[in-house]
């Protein structure tokens, strides 16, 4: 068992993230939303790898690829329930890019504004139309040609899943249209067997006629993903049985799940068998004397009477799994004996049982302290929470579980506090709402040090993958509360010099800052950007930033500021290390001195510093030559 659990599947039947139990993603260790850029959700990497080996090919692939690397943007379209969102995504995943291929979306139903300067070199990325009315989609569709000029000149690729009305077509749009079939429903259950960690059959006469029956009907390859899925949970869940059992326990839970979780629940009317059932659901995989402690822990928290029998008369522990259809297993963990069963159980609490939502939370906050919880443990605790309070769309209870978790600064916390935020930022309904509020946490002057840990990290791998601007003023606001949130420099600096229009605006946010605010971490973070070889070098095959106007504007800005508010020891070093490039480099050397004695121009001493200190490089006659034009006492040679 590992980390925070997301499962699901996409609308029209690519699976979001299905396999050998229970799935994990793991967190490690607002700038309000500008308008008009549309938000970029991430296609996590290690799904689309576990696709990649699951994935059967549709008809028409192969040509698919060939026209998609070929012009750039490529609409697909094909029968619901056909594969048509894994297909997209193993498009893009073959093909070659900067970043992780990411995701197009409307706000609120609102179609997306394919803005050109939103669109960085070589990216990879999927529009996904196919619940859009059709206003939204005439909408797109009349960007599109725009749209798939920038698509081309940055080196990009668009994959655009259409509506099931999405006609008439322009010719123009039209000439990128390509119909896929869906594969053969067997072969695609056949291949995700065969990736479990050890196949379940071999061949499709290992399978009973039950499931070649369930096939045959042509179910969604969403459905044949989960029963592959279920298969092997069942499988784990009771090695000793063959696969006919197997096949009809997967049946039944692909069809029946919801209905046997109630009358579960139902026949359940013994508090202390409530709170073990729920424990078990919460915290899947955990140890039985994990599972004892936090199930004792939420009988607390929901004030139920103590149980005043003597020990010895009790319930052994294995009775009371039995009654909740739970076992322990060989490895020493305790799950449900039915695949699938731990959600459904928390969806169905959650849902019948309002009034123990409150209980709920003051109980994840004090079991997540529990020094006996293993970080596996405690991270699914926090994603089974996650999961329930989002899905309702009230993500005010996990915030709340964040600030009292603040109180600590100790490793469990800060992972705790990453797990919760990481839930709440990759939510399509709540993103907005956790980036704002990390925003502003951000901004804090006494923000606590746990926090800012956590802050450091969901911003520098979760928001960057998404809103890469919004993540870079995040890590801005933490960097210069380097007691608190160590690290943040660090990985401002790496997300920075990864992408060119990520530093120009962080050149331009420095000479912005610098002259207003005393903040010594600014000195610092402009050292780094403004070194000359990050200035000089080309890259991502565009011109080096030294040859932009508004890059050399900026830098002078950020100079003048240093030059005339920071003592000198401040900003020495660095005009050193621009003597020295201007020396190495005569074309871009020049433009560096012309900054330089720009900058300076309105400060004697300043000037005259610079010029004692350029007199042992070979630039000092250049500089001198430029500080005078700058001063306007001669013009410049």
């Known amino acids: 068992m590992s980390g925070a659990s997301f499962t699901g599947v996409q609308s029209d039947g690519g699976p979001v993230h299905t396999g050998s139990g229970t799935q994990h993603n793991h967190f490690n260790f607002h700038e309000p939303r500008t308008p008009g850029a549309p938000p970029l959700r991430p296609l996590a990497v290690d799904h689309l790898a576990w696709l990649h080996r699951r994935f059967v090919d549709p008809t028409g692939m192969g040509k698919a690829r060939e026209r998609l690397e070929g012009q750039g943007t490529l609409l697909l ?3 619901p329930g056909s594969g048509r969102s894994a297909t997209a995504r193993m498009l893009l995943h073959g093909l070659k890019g900067p970043r992780p291929p990411r995701q197009l979306l409307g706000d609120e139903g609102i179609a997306p504004d394919l803005a050109n300067e939103h669109l960085s070199d070589g990216d990879r990325l999927l529009l996904d139309l196919t619940e859009a009315e059709q206003p939204k989609w005439e909408l797109v569709h009349d960007r599109l040609p725009s749209f798939h000029q920038s698509v081309r000149e940055r080196g990009a690729h668009l994959v655009v899943l259409l509506p099931r009305q999405a006609h008439p077509l322009s010719n123009e749009v039209a000439a990128w249209l390509h119909t896929i079939v869906r594969p053969e429903g067997m072969r695609v259950l056949l291949r ?10 071999g061949s499709p006469d290992e399978l009973p006629s039950t499931v070649h029956t369930y096939v045959a009907g042509d179910p969604p390859l969403r459905d044949i993903a989960r029963l592959a899925r279920l298969l092997d949970e069942a499988r784990h869940a009771e090695p000793a049985k063959g696969v006919e059992r197997w096949c009809a326990v997967a049946l039944q839970s692909l069809h029946q799940l919801a ?18 059932l729920l424990t078990a659901a919460m915290i899947p995989g955990s140890r039985p004397h994990v599972l004892h402690a936090a199930g004792e822990e939420l009988l607390r928290a929901v004030r139920h009477p103590a149980d005043e029998r003597p020990l010895l008369e009790r319930e052994w522990l294995s009775q009371r799994l039995t009654a909740i ?10 799950s449900f004996n039915k695949p699938d069963y731990a959600p459904a159980v928390r969806a169905h609490v959650w849902t019948h049982m309002p009034a123990l939502r409150q209980p709920m939370r003051a109980w994840v906050e004090r079991t997540v302290r529990f020094p006996s919880l293993s970080s596996d443990e405690r991270d699914a605790l926090v994603a089974g929470y996650a999961e329930q309070s989002l899905r309702t769309g009230d993500p005010g209870d996990l915030l709340s579980l964040v600030r009292r978790w603040s109180r600590w600064d100790e490793p469990w916390a800060v992972q705790a506090m990453i797990q919760a935020l990481g839930h709440g930022l990759s939510d399509a309904g709540t993103g907005r709402t956790f980036r704002q509020q ?9 923000i606590p040090p746990g926090r800012a840990r956590a802050l450091v990290v969901v911003s520098a791998e979760v928001i960057a993958v998404s809103h890469p601007r919004q993540a870079l003023v995040r890590l801005h606001h933490l960097a210069r509360r380097t007691g608190r949130a160590p690290k943040a420099d660090q990985r401002l600096l790496e997300l920075v010099t990864a992408d060119r229009q990520l530093h ?3 050149l331009h946010r420095l000479a912005r800052d610098l002259p207003l605010h005393p903040w010594q971490a600014d000195v610092t973070l402009f050292r780094a950007c403004a070194a000359p070889p990050h200035l000089i070098a080309p890259r991502e095959d565009r011109p080096p930033l030294l040859d932009r106007h508004d890059v050399r504007t900026a830098l002078t800005t950020a100079w003048r500021a240093l030059c005339t508010r920071r003592a000198e020891a401040e900003w020495l070093p660095q005009a050193e290390e621009w003597l020295s490039a201007a020396d190495a480099d005569r074309r871009y050397g020049d433009v560096l001195l012309d900054v330089l004695a720009w900058a300076a121009r309105h400060s004697p001493g300043a000037v005259a510093r610079l010029y004692v200190l350029s007199l042992p490089h070979p630039c000092s006659g250049r500089l001198r030559r430029r500080l005078d034009a700058a001063q306007g006492l001669r013009p410049a040679r």
């Open 325 to 334: 259809d739970a076992a322990v297993r060989p490895d020493g963990s305790v």
């Open 504 to 506: 120009r605006h962080m």
């Open 77 to 79: 379209d094909a029968a």
């Open 192 to 201: 995700a067997l065969r990736c479990a960690d050890s196949p379940i059959v």
């Open 438 to 446: 990390i925003y502003d946490w951000a901004k804090e002057e006494d």
């Open 259 to 276: 209905t046997t979780v109630k009358g579960a629940v139902d026949k359940l009317d013994a508090g202390p068998d409530r709170a073990l």
